[in-house]
């Protein structure tokens, strides 16, 4: 029996050589971005139990890190301070310090390896003694209005220190045009902003609030991170952030969401990020100790996966050895 097919998509698959170069989307270490999570004190490396593979360091260590993340050809780092429950107040004061852990390490990056780009977090809730990402009211609500001058000082706090790139993770309405505003009247004009504009209130950030102790003390984040349902609210979030200034938009968490990525990507005039969360990193890492996933395969294809979805960085916890892999 004679077989005519009109079409053999196979003939583009058939050797190594052939699908490298029809491959629509690649994976390189300058798409990476690594979060660090910082501690107090002096050659200080501590385990994340629910974070396999990953430390929160004293200043000198992440400098370290930051080094050899560096020689990997890693591009940025994002950070994240774990901070001692004494030096949080209501108002999140902590944050404007610039004589702070966070600050200093922001520093010290910088002078250690000019080169990297430190992306810096802004939220209230690592330094908060509510735990929010807002200022909370005596009623209990988040105010979004009285936060924004925080949120102002605290980026502005971060830029003196040398930041690159300041990213308010808060979702307060109308934090990243307040932002730049303060930002440029205070001559940082060249600071640029990454706004997590699509951030859900998800059950993914678990190991992080571990990592940060910064969970909560009371309710939830639900009157201001987003509705996990929502797809149109995320590309309005993201237009409303590029109108005020945002150099690059974010959509957070990463794998539940990658038709949010798409979603915003098709529409944006600027680069998206997407977060790789910890809930993520987790449940890979637990599946493959013990044994029930090959752990390079599927990080790579998930990284692979946002690249697809139209993501232009990733910030993941995988990233230092995504960097190895692909040098090999």
């Not at 852990?101 to 010290?108: C, F, G, N, V």
């Not at 209230?124 to 807002?134: A, I, K, L, N």
């Not at 951030?199 to 609030?209: N, T």
């Not at 993201?238 to 529409?267: F, N, Q």
Request: net charge negative.
């Amino acid at each position: 029996m004679t077989i005519t097919l009109t079409s053999r998509p196979r003939r583009n698959r058939l050797s190594e050589n052939i699908r490298s170069l029809v491959r629509e989307n690649n994976l390189q270490v300058t798409d990476l971005i690594m979060p660090l999570f910082i501690i107090d004190g002096t050659n200080k490396q501590q385990p994340v139990e629910s974070m396999p593979g990953i430390s929160r360091f004293s200043l000198d260590l992440i400098v370290q890190e930051c080094k050899t993340l560096n020689q990997l050809g890693v591009p940025a780092v994002v950070l994240f301070p774990s901070l001692d429950d004494t030096v949080k107040d209501a108002r999140a004061t902590e944050s404007a310090n610039d004589d702070g852990l966070y600050q200093r390490t922001i520093a010290a990056i910088k002078a250690a390896i000019p080169e990297m780009i430190v992306m810096t977090d802004v939220a209230m809730d690592p330094y908060s003694s509510d735990g929010h990402d807002g200022f909370v009211t005596e009623q209990g609500t988040i105010d979004n209005d009285i936060t924004l001058p925080i949120l102002a000082e605290m980026s502005l706090s971060q830029a003196r220190a040398g930041a690159d790139v300041i990213a308010p993770s808060d979702m307060m309405d109308g934090r990243v045009g307040y932002i730049r505003e303060a930002l440029d009247q205070a001559g940082f004009t060249n600071v640029g902003i990454m706004a997590y504009s699509a951030k859900y209130a998800s059950a993914y950030y678990g190991p992080f609030r571990d990592a940060l102790s910064s969970a909560p003390k009371h309710g939830d984040k639900k009157t201001y991170q987003m509705d996990p349902a929502n797809v149109k609210e995320a590309v309005r979030e993201a237009l409303l952030d590029i109108d005020e200034g945002a150099d690059i938009v974010m959509v957070k968490p990463g794998l539940p969401y990658l038709d949010v990525i798409r979603a915003v990507e098709e529409v944006s005039e600027v680069p998206v990020a997407v977060y790789n969360v910890s809930g993520e990193y987790a449940m890979v890492k637990a599946a493959s100790m013990n044994g029930w996933i090959d752990h390079k395969k599927v990080v790579l294809e998930t990284m692979l996966g946002f690249k697809r979805a139209g993501a232009s960085m990733i910030l993941s916890y995988h990233t230092k050895e995504v960097a190895r892999w692909l040098s090999e």
